[in-house]
C-alpha cells in the first residue's frame, strides 16, 4: 500500500448544520476519485453540495486525487470544511475510492449503521434528488443510471445508438456505474469495501453486496450527468464503451484514423 497524504480545508467537521428531515441517515459521505480533472471537478463538487442541501442531512465530501499532475489540487480548501481533499498514488480507480472512505472512517468518524456512503466521478454531476432519492429507499445498496450531458466527442449516430440502447435496457436496469451509487456504510465494510481494481471495481462491489444476501436496488429514476470523453481513466470503462459504439457505427478503420 502507497502513502497517503491528507489536507484537508480547516477542521474535521462531522456536519453540515442541516436538519434531518426526510431519512433515518445521521449523515452522508460522498467519495469523488479524480485524476486530471481540474476543469470538471468544481462542477462535480458543486453538484453535490446542492443535493445535500436538498437532502437536509450533513454531508461530507472527500476528493480522492490520484496521481494528479495538474492543478486539481489548487482547489482544496475552496469549497468549506465539509470538502476533504486526499492525494494518493495509486492510478487506480477502485483504490482511490477505497482510500477515500477509509479516510472517512479514520479522519471524519463515518461508519455505523446510520451513516451512508455514495460516490461518483469527478466528470459527472448529480441531480437535485441525488442524495433524496437514495436515502428514500430501505435497501442496503442504491443503484442509478448515467446520461451524456452534452455529446462533444462522438457522432449523432454513436450517439443515438447508445441512448437507444440504454433506454430499451433501462427498465430491466442492469447498469452498474460507479458514477451513480450508494450503500450503507457497515454493509460496505462488512463485503471488505471497494477492491483495487483498475476496472469493474463496482461491479465487483455490488457483486459482494449480493453474494452476502444485502438488498441491493436499482432507480430507474436515479440519474447523474457524464461526459461523453473519448479518452476514459479507467480502461474498460464508460468512455471504453462509447468508443465500441462509436467504432461499430463507423467501423474500425474509419474510427482508428479519426482518434489517432
Known amino acids: 500500500m502507497r502513502s497517503v497524504a491528507w489536507f484537508c480545508p480547516g477542521v474535521k467537521t462531522r456536519g453540515n448544520g442541516y436538519i434531518c428531515g426526510v431519512t433515518t441517515q445521521a449523515g452522508v ?13 468544481s462542477r462535480s463538487v458543486g453538484a453535490i453540495r446542492t443535493a445535500a442541501i436538498a437532502a437536509a442531512v450533513p454531508t461530507s465530501i472527500v476528493v480522492v486525487l490520484d496521481a494528479c499532475d495538474d492543478e486539481s489540487a489548487d482547489l482544496a480548501g475552496q469549497f468549506g470544511p465539509d470538502v476533504h481533499f486526499v492525494t494518493v498514488d495509486e492510478r487506480n480507480v477502485g ?41 428514500g429507499s430501505s435497501a442496503d445498496m442504491v443503484l442509478g443510471l ?21 433506454r430499451a435496457e ?3 436496469h442492469q447498469h452498474i456505474h460507479g458514477a451513480n451509487m450508494g450503500f450503507r456504510s457497515e454493509v460496505y465494510w462488512r463485503v471488505g469495501g471497494f477492491a483495487a481494481l483498475a476496472s469493474g471495481e463496482d461491479v465487483d462491489l455490488v457483486e459482494r453486496f449480493r453474494v452476502g444476501g444485502f438488498d441491493v436496488q436499482s432507480d430507474n429514476q436515479l440519474w447523474v450527468t457524464t461526459s461523453d470523453r473519448r479518452r476514459g481513466r479507467a480502461p474498460g470503462g464508460f468512455a471504453d464503451h462509447l468508443a465500441e459504439v462509436s467504432r ?9 484514423e479519426e482518434v489517432s
Open 95 to 135: 483504490a482511490a475510492r477505497a482510500a477515500g472512505f477509509r479516510y472517512a472512517k479514520s479522519e471524519l468518524g463515518g461508519v455505523g449503521e446510520r451513516t451512508w456512503y455514495a460516490t461518483t466521478d469527478a466528470d459527472t454531476e448529480v441531480g437535485l434528488d441525488w442524495l433524496v432519492r437514495q436515502l
Open 146 to 166: 448515467v446520461r451524456v450531458g452534452q455529446w462533444r466527442n462522438h457522432s449523432q449516430e454513436a450517439a443515438e445508438l447508445y441512448e437507444a440502447r440504454y
Open 29 to 41: 459521505v460522498v467519495v469523488v476519485p479524480a485524476h486530471n480533472e481540474f476543469a470538471a471537478l
Open 170 to 172: 433501462a427498465p430491466r
Open 248 to 256: 461499430e457505427v463507423a467501423g474500425n478503420d474509419d474510427w482508428a
